[in-house]
């Protein structure tokens, strides 16, 4: 049973598939593009896809708050920023998901996510920046993310948090 049977214009659209199947000798494309075209097109139409991809996505979304248009330009984060941002690094509420640590806590009894030891940590006061409402928390990353002053903070931050972990763990007794 032909997939098209009984539809006005399919029965012409199988036979000429059909036909194409059967020939050896295809036809030379008349239509000539400059190799630029194409390749424009298709850089287009792949970040296209990609940036529906980027916003349809369930993962990543700390980061998509960050950078929402996906680009082929290098963001040159460093290894630390990288571990702020996504909140994978020396942070008791990641290592805790992975029961590396007993509790999501810092020693100071706040939950020790990135945003805590960038504002609040009493650990962490020289490293601090203004803390931001809830509301506006990701504005504040982004904002942060795009500042080289913010950046070099949160890079001592993690350096600091990294060399000194044994502060930021909450005694066991």
Known sequence: ???????????????????????????????????????????????????????????????????????????????????????????????????LVETSFCSCGGIGTPMHYATVCLLTTSYHMAPPSQQHQPIWFRRVSYNSTSRRKIHNLLHFLQRETSLFRPDPN
């Open 1 to 99: 049973m032909k997939a098209h049977a009984g539809y006005i214009g399919n029965e012409e659209a199988d036979r000429l598939a059909k036909e194409a199947a059967e020939t050896e000798n295809f036809p030379e494309n008349s239509l000539e593009l400059p190799k630029s075209f194409i390749k424009t097109f298709l850089r287009q139409k792949m970040l296209a896809t990609w940036q529906m991809a980027w916003d349809d996505g369930n993962t990543g979304r700390l980061i998509h708050n960050i950078i929402p248009k996906v680009s082929l330009d290098s963001i040159n984060w460093t290894r630390n920023e990288v571990s702020f941002f996504t909140g994978h690094g020396p942070f008791p509420s990641f290592l805790q998901r992975f029961n």
